[in-house]
């Protein structure tokens, strides 16, 4: 397997902007989660999807901020509009979750990340 | 907070020599996870300990944890300099309403020197 795929690696937009960034999780993992990493804040869940649907989204700083799972093999996180202070990597990662007893025993398995600069 | 502290912040070691990591958490859990992350990369994930174990191996890896205590520790024999990177552990919260998602603590920074 390829592992998750994220695209793009780099991208630098203008304030205002709509931002898109895409995730391809690895076949058969049933969770994905969407993350933020900033020097400052450290590594911040934004949302999560269960089986395609979004399960917590408490993380999501604003409305700017939208994440979709139209199948199980794609999601994105959408900003619009962009901010400077929305500059992070962003990762997504996917896991299969749980096996049945003992809480979510499977690791996650991150993408290289998205570094978003917003000028 | 349910996530987890490392400690300490960073460390700076020579290569062959061991390298310890502690991570502290609030709340009961069903296991606890630790990943590495290599500077500009996505985090990757090491070893998962139960709450019912107390230690577990994983090459030169090896993990403990102290539920009376909330603590867990990362132990990396004989380092390398390959193993300069960030070292994040992850707590799954005994608590069904936040099941399916992990709380990340903010890492220690490891530096092995040649």
């Known amino acids: 397997d390829a592992g998750v795929i994220q695209s793009p690696r780099h991208e630098v937009t203008e304030m205002g902007q709509e931002v898109t960034l895409r995730c391809k999780p690895i076949?058969?993992?049933?969770?994905l989660f969407w993350y933020r990493q900033t020097m400052m804040r450290g590594l911040e869940l934004l949302i999560y999807?269960?089986?395609?649907?979004?399960?917590?989204d408490s993380g999501m700083p604003e409305d700017r901020f939208s994440a979709k799972m139209p199948n199980a093999s794609f999601s994105t996180l959408k900003i619009q509009p962009s901010e400077p202070r929305d500059s992070a990597v962003y990762f997504c990662a996917s896991s299969l979750g749980f096996s049945g007893t003992g809480g979510f025993n499977y690791g996650y398995t991150f993408g290289s990340g998205t570094r978003l600069t917003v000028v | 907070s349910q996530q987890g502290e490392e400690d300490p912040q960073a460390l700076s070691i020579q290569e062959g020599e061991n390298a310890t990591m502690n991570c502290s958490y609030k709340t009961s859990i069903n296991n606890l996870q630790w990943y590495r992350q290599n500077s500009g990369r996505g985090l990757v994930h090491l070893i998962l300990?139960?709450?019912?174990?107390r230690e577990k191996h994983s090459g030169r890896l090896r993990v403990t944890l102290d539920t009376s205590k909330k603590s867990s520790s990362l132990l990396i024999t004989a380092s390398r300099a390959a193993d300069t990177a960030s070292y994040f552990c992850?707590?799954?919260?005994?608590?069904?309403?936040?099941?399916?998602?992990?709380?990340f603590g903010r890492g220690t920074q490891l530096t092995v020197w040649p």
């Open positions: 300990i139960r709450s019912n174990e």
């Open positions: 992850a707590t799954d919260p005994d608590r069904g309403s936040t099941l399916g998602r992990l709380y």
């Open positions: 999807f269960n089986n395609n649907v979004p399960i917590d």
């Open positions: 076949s058969g993992h049933d969770y």
